[in-house]
């Protein structure tokens, strides 16, 4: 299983970025690809997640109505899509695959996870 994260940037508080999860190796129709993100000195926050086999998704608290994930089985990639971003969204962004029909945010349960692509927020 392979993972690529990209479309990483910089933009102004109050901007948009989209990112993309290119995925591969991911042989079975039941399993959820998780978006993380990494400030520096915090630890790794689980924000969004999608389910494959029926689209569900999950939310953090501190994305929630600002950020949506979504998924192309055609294509093989994950979108999340940022908007009114803020300063404190800056970090490193990640995404992985966990196995199951649903989707957690829990890091401990992802398997595979892909390189990361910075976002920088400026006030």
């Known amino acids: 299983v392979q993972l690529q994260a990209s479309g990483g940037g910089s933009v102004q508080a109050g901007g948009s970025l989209s990112l993309s999860c290119a995925f591969s190796?991911?042989?079975?129709?039941?399993?959820?690809l998780g978006w993380f993100r990494q400030a520096p000195g915090k630890e790794r926050e689980g924000i969004a997640c999608?389910?494959?086999?029926?689209?569900?998704?999950e939310y953090a608290d501190s994305v929630r109505f600002r950020f949506t994930v979504d998924r192309d089985g055609l294509k093989n990639v994950a979108i999340l899509r940022m908007n009114n971003l803020k300063p404190e969204d800056t970090a490193v962004y990640y995404c992985?695959?966990?196995?199951?029909?649903?989707?957690?945010?829990?890091?401990?349960?992802?398997?595979?996870w892909g390189r990361g692509t910075l976002v920088t927020v400026s006030s």
């Open positions: 999608v389910s494959n086999s029926d689209g569900w998704t």
């Open positions: 190796g991911l042989t079975m129709s039941n399993f959820g």
């Open positions: 992985a695959s966990m196995w199951g029909a649903s989707c957690r945010l829990n890091a401990w349960e992802y398997e595979h």
